[in-house]
């Protein structure tokens, strides 16, 4: 049973709850779509304070108009709540049909005068690219044809300085970076020059990362590292909460605090003779998680078990809304191809360097992870989304979980007023960093797998 949500008011300020990315993403890059499609119910939504229950009955809102070619039966639709036979994720008549290129018009990391690490994060920020590179601890500022105007930042504690450059989102015209070592957001100009910087809430061992930047805030996701407990057990189905924090950039007060259920894994912790221990797991397949964005206005907090979508002002006050679609059965001969494909993987994995208590450590987790897969369960239904993504274009983008053999996957941007505006077809095998009017920024690998940044056109 999923997690249950948890929250907490702070001051006289009503709170609600609510995020993550798709359990089986790396498995996307052979798509086809195989499957009857899915239907839109209908929309609904409203705000909850904190503390107060689910209401049993949504009113319907008549803002996303859909016409009457989209309906088995536009009136008697509305009056049975029967389905309408319209897809989320399928071209509707009058909306925006994009496509990404098949080319990208640029590629950055392939000059040996700017490599990028490999653990970068990058928006469109203007018609400018903002990429933080995390073992240089610089942000390096691109025009549109790939030239650099500016760096950023160094190795270092004081102003402008980074132990470890983990994140950066958009700002109004300026950036925000965050360094997860210090606990420390620091704001950017226009230009990419530094302007000041708010430490915020230190946290233990859990894993904290800057989802993105709203209005004078950010919003904040807390992961736990492994699980509770010393002694052996396992392999079990886990779902550990996620939670959430909204932060004030002016000075860093924590004015949301709330969790989302998790991804759903697989795990075991293994307790050696001498004392060692190793534990972890692999996301279950078809597995749910938990999955959030920011806009320029609102962060949006959800899991992908409904597309329920909970979106939040800067004061912490949440709203719902709610597209109902019924479920997609998997295929068996998915979810071994899943399976299959992980086992790959681990089988490729080389021996590194770096050797623990007397053991080579990659080859102990492998055959740690291995030993997991054997009984990895499936669920028998695909998520009915698997991604959120706040554009440059200021749309809150919702992305299709596709079957593991389908070759493009949908992606449809909503505006604030949750009015479907366009719909953008693509590889599914695109690890999507920002989504703006006329171009989509991707991370992905090289021939000697090294990072690349690239940048795609959305043709009409």
């Given amino acids: 049973m999923p997690a249950p949500s948890h929250e907490r008011p702070r001051e006289a300020l009503h709170r609600h709850t609510g995020k993550g990315a798709s359990a089986t993403r790396w498995a996307s890059a052979l798509l086809r779509r195989t499957s009857e499609p899915r239907r839109l119910l209908r929309i609904v939504a409203g705000p909850r304070p904190a503390g107060s229950a689910r209401p049993t009955s949504m009113l319907a809102l008549c803002f996303l108009a859909l016409c009457a070619a989209c309906l088995d039966d536009a009136s008697e639709t509305a009056a049975t709540g029967d389905a309408a036979?319209?897809?989320?994720?399928?071209?509707?008549?009058?909306?925006?049909?994009?496509?990404?290129?098949?080319?990208?018009?640029?590629?950055?990391?392939?000059?040996?005068?700017?490599?990028?690490?490999?653990s970068v994060d990058a928006v469109f920020f203007g018609d400018r690219i903002a990429i933080a590179n995390r073992m240089s601890r610089e942000v390096l500022i691109l025009d549109a044809a790939g030239g650099l105007i500016a760096r950023h930042g160094r190795r270092g504690e004081g102003p402008g300085e980074y132990t470890n450059l983990s994140g950066i989102a958009r700002h109004g015209d300026g950036l925000v970076t965050w360094d997860s070592n210090q606990f420390r957001v620091t704001l950017l100009d226009a230009s990419g020059e530094y302007v000041r910087d708010t430490r915020l809430r230190r946290r233990g061992r859990e894993l904290v990362s800057i989802v993105g930047a709203f209005g004078g805030s950010v919003l904040l996701e807390i992961s736990e590292m492994g699980f509770p407990g010393l002694t052996a057990v396992g392999p079990m189905e886990i779902r550990q909460p996620v939670a959430y924090e909204i932060a004030r950039l002016a000075d860093g007060e924590v004015v949301f605090e709330g969790a989302r259920p998790g991804e759903e894994k697989w795990a075991a912790r293994e307790v050696e003779a001498d004392g060692g221990r190793t534990h972890g797991g692999l996301p279950l397949v078809?597995?749910?998680?938990?999955?959030?964005?920011?806009?320029?206005?609102?962060?949006?907090?959800?899991?992908?078990?409904?597309?329920?979508?909970?979106?939040?002002?800067?004061?912490?006050?949440?709203?719902?809304?709610?597209?109902?679609?019924?479920?997609?059965?998997?295929?068996?001969?998915?979810?071994?191809?899943?399976?299959?494909?992980?086992?790959?993987?681990?089988?490729?994995?080389?021996?590194?360097?770096?050797?623990?208590?007397?053991?080579?450590?990659?080859?102990?987790?492998?055959?740690?992870?291995?030993?997991?897969?054997?009984?990895?369960?499936?669920?028998?239904?695909?998520?009915?989304?698997?991604?959120?993504?706040?554009?440059a274009d200021g749309l809150l983008w919702i992305r299709?979980?596709?079957?593991?053999?389908?070759?493009?996957?949908?992606?449809?941007?909503?505006?604030?007023a949750w009015e479907r505006k366009k719909r953008l077809a693509m590889p599914a095998s695109l690890a999507v960093l920002d989504i703006s009017e006329d171009r989509i920024l991707v991370q992905t690998k090289g021939a000697l797998d090294e990072t690349l940044i690239e940048v795609y056109p959305i043709e009409r």
């Fill in 400 to 416: 299709e979980y596709p079957d593991p053999f389908q070759e493009q996957v949908a992606w449809v941007g909503f505006s604030e």
């Fill in 85 to 118: 036979t319209a897809d989320l994720f399928a071209p509707w008549p009058g909306d925006e049909s994009l496509q990404v290129a098949a080319e990208p018009s640029l590629v950055v990391g392939l000059d040996e005068s700017l490599p990028l690490d490999g």
């Fill in 286 to 391: 078809f597995g749910r998680t938990a999955v959030s964005a920011v806009t320029d206005r609102y962060a949006y907090l959800a899991t992908t078990d409904s597309i329920t979508i909970t979106r939040y002002d800067e004061a912490g006050t949440g709203a719902d809304t709610s597209f109902e679609q019924p479920t997609e059965s998997a295929n068996a001969d998915w979810a071994q191809f899943v399976r299959d494909t992980i086992r790959a993987r681990l089988d490729s994995t080389g021996p590194g360097q770096i050797v623990l208590g007397g053991r080579n450590f990659m080859e102990h987790i492998t055959g740690f992870r291995l030993r997991l897969l054997e009984d990895l369960p499936a669920r028998p239904t695909l998520p009915v989304f698997s991604d959120l993504k706040g554009g």
